[in-house]
């Protein structure tokens, strides 16, 4: 296949591209026509929670990526990063809001789910201690408030695409690459990362403002019983390419103290295999897959969310599977 200049690239045949990638009624998202679980983690996490509590609201995580290109990126590559004493640092000066990254900040405040910037971390992994991490969240408040800007996600997509080409125009690549398999690991990545993101939430409708937390859960899981449940369930599900994103809650289940893992597929195995390795797994006691509408099964329910467990759990809310009925 013949390569291209990046300014030349297709912008609505990639977002096609990415939008078919997209399984809406299973809620999955694909790469090399399989599940890929940290990209269906993106819709399927949303209004999860981060460690803090805040709720992670889908415009959050799309803002989290556009600050962490800012960081990654030089001044001369439309990012924050200039060398100072002892190393490289992301200064916040060098945030304008004539920059496009800047700018998909600004379009993305103005989101109905978006409040007031607020704890805005700005730290390059490898910042030196010359230059401490700040918030640039007030910086970040004023520039909007100086100019608000309305929500429009194409716009915002735009703004991406057209400062990667202001800056990367001359970088050769196929034309059918979609924007997250432009140069892994690279300026340009960092720079079309967000661009991808922005196409799956858009094709899942994450960026609507009615998506809720029932949206981000309906499609397709696998619900499995441990043996125990104080066995490490989540490198059961690495075990068999599933990612677990935590449990049932107890008001969902048949019997009180039944743990029932939630996950959903990865990549590796085929469906046949999986089913293979769970049915002779002697730390699996019962599974079945579901495919949940917004309003099925457990989702009418809408206070229902997945209960994630920390190390600090020791299981002792559940009992082991020998004690309980037959599930499912």
């Given at each position: 296949m013949e390569a291209i200049h990046l300014r030349d690239y297709d912008f609505e045949a990639a977002r096609a591209r990415v939008h078919a990638r997209v399984d809406r009624a299973r809620g999955?998202?694909?790469?090399?026509?399989?599940?890929?679980?940290?990209?269906?983690?993106?819709?399927?996490?949303?209004?999860?929670?981060?460690?803090?509590?805040?709720?992670?609201?889908?415009?959050?995580?799309?803002?989290?990526?556009?600050?962490?290109?800012?960081?990654?990126?030089?001044?001369?590559?439309?990012?924050?990063?200039?060398?100072?004493?002892?190393?490289?640092?992301?200064?916040?000066?060098?945030?304008?809001?004539?920059?496009?990254?800047?700018?998909?900040?600004?379009?993305?405040?103005?989101?109905?789910?978006?409040?007031?910037?607020?704890?805005?971390?700005?730290?390059?992994?490898?910042?030196?201690?010359?230059?401490?991490?700040?918030?640039?969240?007030?910086?970040?408040?004023?520039?909007?408030?100086?100019?608000?800007?309305?929500?429009?996600?194409?716009?915002?997509?735009?703004?991406?695409?057209d400062g990667a080409k202001s800056v990367f125009g001359d970088l050769g690549i196929y034309p059918t690459s979609d924007p997250d398999d432009i140069w892994l690991g690279t300026f340009p990545h960092a720079h079309l990362y967000p661009l991808a993101t922005a196409f799956i939430l858009e094709a899942a409708g994450a960026l609507e403002p009615g998506f809720t937390r029932q949206d981000a859960l309906a499609g397709e899981w696998w619900l499995l019983q441990p043996?125990?449940?104080?066995?490490?369930?989540?490198?059961?599900?690495?075990?068999?390419?599933?990612?677990?994103?935590?449990?049932?809650?107890?008001?969902?289940?048949?019997?009180?103290?039944?743990?029932?893992?939630?996950c959903y597929a990865d990549q590796g195995m085929n469906e046949q295999r999986r089913i293979a390795e769970i049915e002779d797994?002697?730390?699996?006691?019962?599974?079945?897959?579901?495919?949940?509408?917004?309003?099925?099964?457990?989702l009418a329910d809408p206070t229902f969310d997945v209960i994630e467990l920390t190390a600090a759990d020791d299981g002792s809310a559940y009992r082991h599977s020998s004690e309980l009925p037959p599930w499912p």
């Open positions: 999955l998202v694909f790469e090399n026509g399989q599940p890929a679980g940290f990209l269906t983690g993106k819709i399927r996490e949303c209004y999860g929670r981060y460690m803090t509590g805040d709720l992670m609201v889908p415009i959050y995580r799309l803002q989290s990526e556009l600050v962490r290109a800012l960081e990654v990126l030089p001044v001369e590559m439309g990012g924050s990063v200039q060398a100072v004493p002892g190393g490289y640092a992301a200064l916040p000066s060098n945030l304008h809001p004539e920059l496009p990254l800047v700018r998909a900040l600004m379009i993305a405040r103005g989101h109905p789910t978006h409040g007031p910037f607020a704890d805005v971390r700005f730290l390059r992994a490898e910042q030196p201690d010359s230059v401490p991490g700040s918030d640039i969240a007030p910086l970040l408040e004023r520039m909007y408030t100086a100019a608000p800007v309305a929500w429009d996600e194409a716009a915002l997509q735009r703004t991406i695409i043996t125990s449940p104080r066995i490490d369930f989540y490198a059961l599900a690495r075990r068999l390419d599933l990612f677990c994103m935590g449990v049932m809650p107890a008001a969902h289940v048949d019997v009180p103290g039944r743990m029932v893992m939630m797994s002697k730390w699996v006691m019962g599974w079945k897959k579901v495919i949940w509408g917004r309003r099925q099964g457990p």
